[in-house]
């Protein structure tokens, strides 16, 4: 078991930024990769980035503006999100998936960008 805790969510106006972190617990030594996904209210789930073993990926509508590190000791992965824009309203998801394929969802953390 993996128990995942996000954090940093806020309301920023457009062209702020925020940091979103990620914290996982539990059997750590058996994650995969680690990524973020978005939500907005009537939308799909959405990756917005991810990394494993060190290749990170970006959906392109963020590529330039964030960017996901993870810290392995501490078994974080954070998002750094610049120039943000209104649509990047959502709740974001930390996701973290395991060797076999088994995934571990967050509880989310509202992100609210004002114009």
């Known amino acids: 078991q993996v128990q995942v805790v996000e954090s940093g969510g806020g309301q920023v106006q457009a062209g702020g930024s925020l940091r979103l972190s990620c914290v996982a617990s539990g059997r750590t030594f058996s994650i995969y990769a680690m990524q973020w996904y978005r939500q907005a209210p009537g939308d799909q789930r959405e990756l917005v980035a991810s990394i494993s073993s060190g290749t990170t990926t970006y959906h392109d509508f963020v590529k330039g503006r964030f960017t996901i590190s993870r810290a392995n000791a501490k078994d974080t992965v954070d998002l750094q999100m610049n120039s943000l824009k209104p649509e990047d309203t959502a709740v974001y998801y930390c996701?973290?998936?395991?060797?076999?394929?088994?995934?571990?969802w967050g509880q989310g953390t509202q992100v609210t960008v004002s114009s």
């Open positions: 996701r973290v998936v395991v060797y076999g394929g088994i995934d571990y």
